[in-house]
Each structure stands twice: as structure tokens, then as C-alpha cells.
């Protein structure tokens, strides 16, 4: 891998760099800078081959892609006409959707031969940054090693990162791309030493989230790519499943967290801490919307269901609380505190074809391994355990990743 794109030319560098701002530096503030807005320059100096749509492998995608797209934005409207409200409004969400489908169509070639370089490029500004951070500020704070708030240093610097579960969201499938997707011996010094020092820092501000994402995924994609794993990677995963599970066994808070919250979600737990009763809470939003509005409120529109079963309606429909803030503050309250919850709220049993496309993706052969190592893991975090909506930790231009490569097969 050329990892400063040496021998590739100034838009193929730009459009690169673009792309792993987009994916990686959603929570990284400066100046109000937002770098998901970085997918229109990606359109802009790929607009030169638009012609590849009309190739048959590209069309299959954009044809496919599109038929999509008219069906969130029919379900869009029709929600909006079925409560009866102004349908003369420009969702700019989903122009952003489409826009981040063509910006993938008319870049994926160069999203998988770059895969590595587009991930590696955030571990170099991260681990960069962060200790110039720490050089100018100091760290004046009390140090933990936990699970808790207070573990780690995100809840106190909010630099890159404004908790340690987001850290987490985008560390599970940087390791396990690194150590399972890759040959790790085989790598250059220089990314080795760098991967390493992201992976102390991911540890040393590890929470639930990095913990249960790590043996999660790692057993998904064992079952579904069991072909793949030779002695090495078998070695390495099952080192960072015993790394993880050693750390929720010692961490007694972390532990609880857990398993108090797996409690809740059977109906055998009250208490939670907040984190835990905003992902129980956020679960009990979709438990409602699929008995009284099965087919969901409509692309984004999570919030409308939040404020109509716990906010306006919140008696009627009795929401339990495991918190005695979960209601006071009402985080979450837009995006659900994972995808999972947010995508069955807003599109109901539609969802499901997802899921089941998410099952036959993990299965097929029809993206590589190495592609897979990263892809899984970032999807599978971010539905089932820590979420931070569509646009935000390359949720969304990682599943339209997965379509493309699967739509751009003439057997699809």
C-alpha cells in the first residue's frame, strides 16, 4: 500500500483524504467545519465519469440504488400525508442520501483499491493530533482505566471525540480490519507502530460499546467467513475475544452494565445506569412503533415518534423508566441510542429487508475478505450496540459500499 499516495494524482489524493474525512472525522469540530459535506466534493471531481453509469455492472447499481431511494422518499411523503402535514417541504436528509449514493457509485473502485490508505489516513491524523493536543494542553484531569463516565479521557478533553463510545464505534472495525482482515506481519513498520499506539488508546478508553462490538463481531464474522481464518487470524481473534471478555469479567461496572441492560431488555431489570435506560429506552420506542405504526414514521423522522410516545402522548402509551433522568433529559431523542432502534422506528417491518440483505452480505462471496473485516464490524457496532444516526461514524456510506458491491455483479 502507497500510504501517502505518492505515485496518484492531486484529485485521486483529494478524493481520498475526502473520503476517510467523511467516514471518520464526523465528530471533530473545528471552526463548525462539518467534513461529512466533503461527499459533494467527491461528486464534484468524479462528475467527469458520469459515463460509467451506463457500463452494466454500474447500472445494475444505479438502477437498483435509485428504486431505493423512490421508495424512502414515497414513504417519506406518504407519512407526511397520512398526519395530515405540509408536504411542500425539501427534505435535504435524503437529497444527502442520494448524493452520498452517487458520490459511492462513481468512487467505488477506488473505495476498495484504497481501502487501507482511506483507513489509515484517519489513524495518522488521530494519533497526530491527539498528542499535539496533549502537548499544548496537558491533562490536568484525574486519570481511570473503566468502564464508567468518567473512564478514559473523552468525557473530560471531548477532542476528536466527544464521549468514549464513539471512539469505540470507529476503533472495533479499525482493529479487527488490522488484525483479522489483514496480515498483520506483513505490514510496514511504520503501520505497525501506529496501529498499535490506536489500538493502547482505543483500549485505555474502552467502554461496553468497544467490548461487546469486539466479541460480537468477531463471532459473526468467524461464522459467516470461517473459510478465511488460517491459524494466524484464528490466533489473533481469539486473542482479542479473551482481551475483551477479561476486561468485562474485571471491570465490575462494566459488567454490570451489561448484563443489568441485557436484564432490562427480557423484563427482568429496573434499574439502569443512563446510558443502559437511553438503549433500553430507545429499543421501547421501536417495541411501540411496530404494534401501533408497523410500517414506521419515515426516513429521519425518529424524533417524531420519541416526542409522540414519550414526550406528548407519554402517559397513554406508559414508557418505562430505568432512570430518573432518562426523561428529564431525553437523550438520544433524535437518532435512538443505536440503528437498530432507529431504523425499525422509521421504516417499520420495511427494515427487515436490511437486516436479512445485512445476513446475505456477511455470507457472500461477492465482496473480499478484507473489505468484509471492516465493513461487518462497523455496521454490526453501530445497529445493535452504539449508534450515532445515518450520516454520522460512516454508517450510511458504508452500507451503500455494501450495496454497490453486491448490485454490481451481473448475477445480482
Known amino acids: 500500500m502507497k500510504l501517502f499516495l505518492t505515485n496518484e494524482n492531486l484529485f485521486q489524493k483529494i478524493k481520498i483524504i475526502s473520503l476517510s474525512c467523511v467516514i471518520f472525522f464526523w465528530d471533530f ?52 400525508f397520512i398526519e395530515k402535514k405540509n408536504i411542500i417541504v425539501f427534505p435535504k436528509d435524503i437529497f444527502y442520501l442520494y448524493i452520498t449514493f452517487i458520490a459511492v ?11 487501507k490508505s482511506i483507513i ?18 496537558g491533562y490536568k484531569n484525574s486519570f481511570l482505566i473503566s468502564c464508567s463516565y468518567h473512564g478514559g479521557w473523552y468525557s473530560y478533553t471531548r477532542f476528536f471525540f466527544s464521549e468514549n463510545s464513539h471512539l469505540a464505534m470507529m476503533s472495533v472495525p479499525i482493529i479487527i480490519f488490522y488484525l483479522i482482515g489483514n496480515n498483520f506481519v506483513n505490514l510496514s513498520k511504520f503501520e505497525k507502530i501506529f496501529f498499535v499506539i490506536f489500538f493502547l488508546i482505543a483500549l485505555i478508553n474502552y467502554t ?38 477479561f476486561f468485562i469479567i474485571t471491570d465490575e461496572e462494566c459488567s454490570e452494565k451489561i448484563f443489568k441492560t441485557k436484564a432490562t431488555v427480557f423484563g427482568t431489570e429496573k434499574n439502569l445506569s443512563l446510558s443502559g435506560a437511553v438503549f433500553v429506552n430507545s429499543l421501547n420506542i421501536a417495541n411501540k412503533t411496530i404494534k401501533d405504526r408497523p410500517l414506521g414514521w419515515g426516513f429521519n423522522r ?9 414526550i406528548i402522548e407519554k402517559e397513554k402509551y406508559n414508557l418505562p ?33 436490511l437486516f436479512i440483505y445485512f445476513i446475505y452480505f456477511s455470507f457472500s462471496d461477492r465482496s473480499t475478505f478484507q473489505e468484509k473485516s471492516f465493513l461487518i464490524p462497523l455496521v454490526l457496532t453501530q445497529l445493535l450496540l452504539r449508534g450515532a444516526g445515518y450520516f454520522n461514524g460512516g454508517f450510511l456510506i458504508c452500507i451503500l459500499i455494501m450495496l454497490s458491491i453486491s448490485f454490481s455483479r451481473n448475477d445480482v
Open 105 to 115: 457509485i462513481l468512487n467505488l473502485d477506488l473505495i476498495r483499491r484504497y481501502l
Open 321 to 353: 423508566s430505568y432512570h430518573h433522568k432518562q426523561f428529564e433529559w431525553n437523550l438520544n431523542s433524535k437518532d435512538a441510542s443505536n440503528n437498530l432502534a432507529k431504523l425499525l422506528t422509521e421504516f417499520g417491518i420495511f427494515s427487515f429487508f
Open 29 to 80: 469540530k473545528i471552526w463548525k467545519f462539518d467534513a461529512r459535506l466533503l461527499i459533494i466534493l467527491l461528486v464534484i471531481f468524479t462528475l467527469s465519469k458520469y459515463k460509467i453509469l451506463l457500463f452494466k455492472n454500474y447500472k445494475n447499481i444505479f438502477i437498483y440504488g435509485s428504486s431505493i431511494f423512490v421508495f424512502i422518499i414515497i414513504h417519506f411523503y406518504t407519512n407526511l
Open 208 to 245: 461496553a460499546t468497544f467490548l461487546v462490538g469486539l466479541i460480537l463481531s468477531l463471532t459473526v464474522i468467524y461464522i459467516s467467513n470461517y473459510k478465511y481464518f488460517k491459524k494466524e487470524k484464528k490466533v489473533l481473534a481469539t486473542l482479542l475475544f479473551l482481551l475483551s471478555l
Open 120 to 137: 489509515f489516513i484517519f489513524i495518522f491524523c488521530f494519533i497526530i493530533s491527539t498528542t499535539i493536543y496533549f502537548i499544548i494542553n
Open 302 to 310: 425518529y424524533e417524531f415518534a420519541y416526542k409522540k410516545y414519550a
